[in-house]
């Protein structure tokens, strides 16, 4: 995967994305400003890190919600921590130390959504053999010249695939739910290993890989 030089990354996401999902990015090293009251307080005992990467999240969540013409409001979570989006929306939020983005789209063109960004260093390798299944290990890992960023790559498309699943099964999967599979170097497929149902069956969760400014973006979209 070539990285994307900083002129063509927004233009690369909107080649990649339909003109019904919009996204934004912020800075979770910028202080955590602009929050509304009812977001502060959910996340008053945390620690300073946990703020500014919560505060980026919400500040990338309203911007690219104002991109759907929707007026700016609270964004609070479940009780398993997932956004609340507004009414009628679909949104993923995902960020690390360094980036942040937001996606989001109006239910009725598209039914759910997932992104993840992680930087582009190696997985730890101890992390391996619980994020990979063996099938995994044997034809991304063991295959690649660089096989733990390999397995970097792989842990970051299946948390974009368990965020745009988990909209529509409410399912918690752990890593060994998903397999992944990378038929060129910038999109990827993600299945179901123990499928239970007609969706779960069907579902191959097309997705994009992205390499940018030394991080790992994954995004899966079902319409």
């Not at 053999?129 to 397995?151: D, F, G, K, Y």
Request: proline share 8%; glycine share 6%; hydrophobic share 40%.
């Amino acid at each position: 995967m070539k990285p994307l030089p900083p002129e063509r990354f927004a233009t690369c996401l909107t080649d990649v994305l339909p003109s019904e999902v919009v996204f934004a990015c912020d800075d979770p090293q910028s202080p955590p400003e602009g929050l509304w009251p009812e977001e502060a307080r959910s996340i008053a005992n945390a620690i300073a890190k946990r703020q500014c990467e919560y505060a980026a999240g919400r500040r990338a969540a309203r911007n690219a919600l104002s991109r759907l013409g929707l007026p700016a409001e609270p964004l609070l979570a479940a009780a398993n921590r997932v956004p609340i989006w507004p009414e009628g929306t679909v949104g993923s939020i995902s960020h690390c130390t360094e980036k942040c983005i937001a996606l989001v789209a109006f239910k009725n063109d598209v039914q759910s959504l997932g992104v993840d960004v992680e930087s582009a260093g190696p997985l730890k390798s101890e992390l391996v053999a619980e994020v990979c299944t063996p099938r995994e290990v044997s034809t991304l890992i063991n295959a690649s010249a660089t096989p733990l960023v390999r397995a970097k790559q792989v842990f970051s498309a299946k948390e974009a695939a368990f965020k745009a699943q988990y909209m529509i099964t409410g399912k918690m999967l752990g890593f060994g739910g998903f397999e992944i599979a990378f038929p060129t170097s910038t999109q990827f497929l993600a299945r179901f290993t123990r499928p239970e149902n007609d969706f779960e069956e069907q579902f191959e969760g097309h997705g994009h890989a992205l390499l940018f400014d030394d991080h790992f973006y994954h995004i899966v979209l079902i319409a």
